[in-house]
């Protein structure tokens, strides 16, 4: 999972959500490294041009413990100052006795149409790194609601989206 191309991050579900954890595929999409995100909240990737609506559609998520997951279309900023359009997917892993302890995401940057192709792709690797996950996160207690529904109804989002290129 550090390693996994896709970007994956994973955060505490209290407080201000901060980063617990950011692998590879997202510090190659955003070009911060780990150290300058972990412990800060991924509103970070946010700048002048994100919509307020995008990022109301993200709080909306963040703050509403009973949701299990969603997927959000969102303008985001790399650490250079470029904007990608990023679509977030988000699942809350839960213990036991259903309380919320950790979100974790995944940033998939569908900028172009040729990166839209990948979304198929993407997103078969991203169940296989939930899937993964779930049986780690069994090992202590933590589960997450099949996501692959959520995954899946992506591609027909994106569909929906009306994206120029
Ligand atoms: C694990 C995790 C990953 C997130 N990834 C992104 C992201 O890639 N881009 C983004 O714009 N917001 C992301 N967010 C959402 C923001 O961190 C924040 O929760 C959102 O802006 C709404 O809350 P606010 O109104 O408190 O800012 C992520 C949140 C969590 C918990």
């Known amino acids: 999972m550090l390693n996994s191309k896709i970007a994956l991050t994973v ?4 407080d201000d959500v901060p980063l617990s954890l950011a692998n590879r595929g997202f510090c190659n999409l955003t070009g911060y490294d780990r150290e300058e995100v972990e412990g800060r909240n991924c509103r970070l990737l946010q700048g002048l041009e994100t919509s307020a609506e995008s990022q109301a559609a993200l709080h909306d998520f ?5 949701r299990d997951d969603g997927r959000f279309a969102i303008l ?39 990166q839209r192709k990948a979304l198929r792709s993407n997103d078969e690797r991203l169940s296989r790194n939930l899937a993964d996950l779930q049986v780690m996160g069994q090992q202590f207690g933590l589960a997450m609601e ?15 989206l009306n994206l120029d290129e």
């Open 11 to 14: 955060s505490s579900a209290e």
């Open 62 to 66: 963040v703050h509403d413990p009973a």
């Open 76 to 114: 985001n900023y790399r650490k250079d100052g470029s904007t990608f359009h990023n679509l977030v997917f988000m699942t809350r892993l839960r213990s036991r006795d259903g309380a919320a302890r950790f979100i974790l995401a995944s940033q998939f940057d569908m900028t172009t149409a040729e």
């Open 146 to 160: 099949d996501s692959a529904r959520a995954i899946f109804n992506s591609i027909a989002m994106l569909a929906r």
